[in-house]
């Protein structure tokens, strides 16, 4: 955790890698989570940071310098100013930004091509999510993550009732584009009817968007891919996500907690994002909490 | 009959949008000629993977005026994802006896660099694959393209009607890029090889995973345009285990026993693709890539090492590709 302070740049940001010097928006939201982030000024300097970073049409950009269209940071930048009273306008507008981004398949021209002529990847182009960047079609992670943003609005007014619409219908997309004996990956189950293999670290962040469907089959099968598939996992990204979803869904984690800080190099992990990961897997209560998943 | 002031201002009007709607058709959209005169490809015959690999890709290597004495020397592997049992990336043994030949030629330092397609944790990759352990060992740094500083490139041809992209500075910075894709049969277009392999410096963080940017705006065209901004100096192929049928992921093992190294990426590619059975001219970015970018045509290509065989029995294919085994 200190590690990851002393990565803090002076503009409050951290850069994707340990070598680089460029602010980027996943490494900060992630660091801002982390538990070592509330001493010393470093969670203020972050905040203020990312809300200087906001693009003027309400959504975040993946680095500071970036084109102003944004991107699927915008969840993650919307959770990491959740506790933050003078961010509320801005979380408004990202919230806003969301309810309107949605993926290329949403409209009637698209979903026509997806019925007829381009069915090589399985999937029902009437459960649409969030794509990575606009213009694109709907993914597993961002759809999952903006989930997570919009379960955290306290009500949906003030010109966000499109939003319980929206949740809805990204979940449904989760539930579609599940891998055949459950997972996810990028968001490709099935492609020229052979299928694809699952992902640990999209499975997880899946999971942690739908634990309000524990009961869901689809859900359960997952839980149990990535039970199975966690104590084999040697890379601290997709183990410390395991560890969250894992430990949403009420399953037990200490033996996976003891792996993660068993693994090598740990402390010098070049990717800030992996570090921020580690410390929110080894704080896993708060970590749910900030992500606003209930146990 | 006479022509009034009024009747030639319309014809010019309409003259002058038809041309304005056509010419762009018909206008080049690569932005500058690359092609060099003539190209120069090496097929080496090798079994297996094994740590003769080093001293054949040396010899290989020898056949071309290489001069990489002080510069840096990014090798961009083809590591797409892991699953078990699939030929899916370019072999490490491959790509650490590649480190190993330019640390001898002189580089002043050789790093590997690739931003996955498919999978986001790099490191997982890099694991299951067996690449950390090798570049752990062998002290070769590892830089993950999909999370590396960007900079805003303006794109040197049009094909995908972009203006620019966001870049890694690692393979902008680089003085030597080494495409070192895996040859393999890609269901979306038709093959993916050396040209193919640059969609791994394009930053998912940025554009995300898979890079479905690329594939909205056309992967032929893509690849052209990739292949035009981040010129590419060397390919070295990996076909000593091929993949045909639905690959990059889901294709079926084919050993080929051929590593296949080149100064020209569609040189390189033209020949990948014979190798594998097909007509390169069939290849969108290939056929299009022969116009400015390198030659595809074998009267360009000094072939050194092994003779050029086509296989007896093409690669297998996905049906909408079925048209590429027509020799």
């Known amino acids: 955790m200190a590690r990851l302070g002393r990565r803090q740049l002076p503009c409050g940001g951290w850069a994707a890698l340990r070598s680089c010097s460029q602010p980027a928006l996943e490494a900060t939201c992630f660091s801002a989570l982390a538990p070592g982030s509330q001493s010393g000024g470093v969670l203020e300097r972050a905040q203020d940071f990312i809300l200087h970073t906001q693009n003027p049409n309400g959504s975040w950009p993946v680095f500071a310098g970036d084109d102003p269209e944004g991107a699927w940071v915008t969840s993650l930048a919307v959770i990491a100013l959740r506790e933050l009273v003078p961010a509320i306008p801005a979380r408004s507008k990202g919230f806003h930004w969301l309810m309107n981004c949605a993926g290329k398949e949403s409209n009637w021209f698209w979903k026509w091509k997806f019925r007829t002529t381009d069915r090589h990847v399985r999937f029902d182009p009437d459960k649409f999510g969030w794509p990575w960047l606009p213009d694109t079609v709907s993914w597993v992670v961002p759809t999952a993550f903006a989930i997570l943003a919009l379960s955290q609005l306290p009500c949906s007014c003030g010109g966000l009732e499109g939003i319980p619409f929206r949740v809805e219908r990204g979940i449904e997309m989760l539930m579609d584009r599940v891998c055949p004996g459950g997972g996810w990956n990028a968001g490709n189950g099935v492609v020229y009817g052979s299928p694809l293999a699952p992902h640990p670290d999209d499975t997880a962040i899946a999971l942690l968007a739908l634990t309000d469907r524990r009961q869901e089959p689809v859900v359960q099968s997952s839980v149990r891919w990535l039970e199975r598939t966690a104590p084999t996992l040697t890379a601290p990204w997709s183990l410390a996500w395991a560890i969250l979803a894992l430990a949403a869904h009420c399953r037990p984690v200490d033996s996976l907690v003891t792996s993660l800080v068993a693994l090598p190099d740990l402390s010098n992990i070049e990717d800030t994002s992996t570090l921020a990961l580690v410390c929110l897997a080894l704080d896993h209560r708060r970590a749910l909490s900030a992500f606003g998943v209930t146990l | ?327």
């Not at chain 2, 740094?141 to 500083?149: G, I, S, Y």
């Not at chain 2, 045909?244 to 079926?252: A, I």
């Not at chain 2, 065989?309 to 690669?315: C, W």
């Open chain 2, 1 to 327: 009959m006479s022509l009034t002031r009024r009747d030639f201002l319309i014809g010019s009007g309409a003259l002058a949008a038809g041309a304005s709607v056509c010419v762009p058709f018909f206008l080049p959209k690569y932005h500058s000629v690359q092609r060099p005169k003539r190209s120069r490809v090496a097929i080496l015959h090798v079994e297996q993977y094994s740590q003769q690999i080093e001293q054949m890709l040396a010899s290989g290597l020898r056949l071309f005026p290489i001069n990489v004495l002080g510069k840096t020397v990014v090798l961009k592997p083809n590591l797409v994802d892991y699953i078990p049992g699939n030929a899916i990336n370019t072999h490490p043994l491959l790509v650490l006896a590649a480190a190993e030949s330019f640390r001898r030629l002189g580089a002043k330092s050789v790093l590997v660099a690739e931003g996955p397609g498919h999978q986001r944790d790099t490191q997982l990759v890099l694991s299951q694959s067996g690449y950390q352990q090798c570049l752990r060992d062998e002290r070769i740094r590892f830089v993950d393209l999909n999370r590396d500083e960007l900079i805003r490139t303006p794109l040197r041809a049009s094909y995908m009607g972009m203006k620019d992209l966001w870049l890694p500075s690692t393979v902008l910075e680089a003085n030597f890029l080494v495409s070192m894709p895996k040859i393999k049969a890609h269901h979306w277009s038709g093959v993916t090889l050396s040209m193919k392999n640059m969609f791994g410096v394009v930053p998912g963080a940025r554009y995300g995973w898979p890079k479905n940017i690329l594939h909205w705006k056309g992967i032929q065209e893509s690849v052209l345009d990739l292949c035009a901004t981040v010129p590419v100096h060397f390919v070295i192929a990996d076909g000593i285990v091929a993949m045909e049928g639905n690959g990059p992921l889901n294709g079926t093992p084919r050993p080929l026993g051929k590593i296949v190294l080149a100064d020209d990426p569609v040189a390189a590619d033209a020949t990948c693709t014979r190798l594998m059975g097909f007509r390169p001219d069939r290849i969108g970015h290939i056929r299009e890539g022969s116009r400015f970018l390198g030659n595809s045509a074998p009267a360009l290509i000094d072939q050194v090492g092994e003779a050029l065989t086509p296989p007896t029995t093409p690669f297998q294919v996905v049906p909408e590709f079925q048209s590429l085994p027509a020799l």
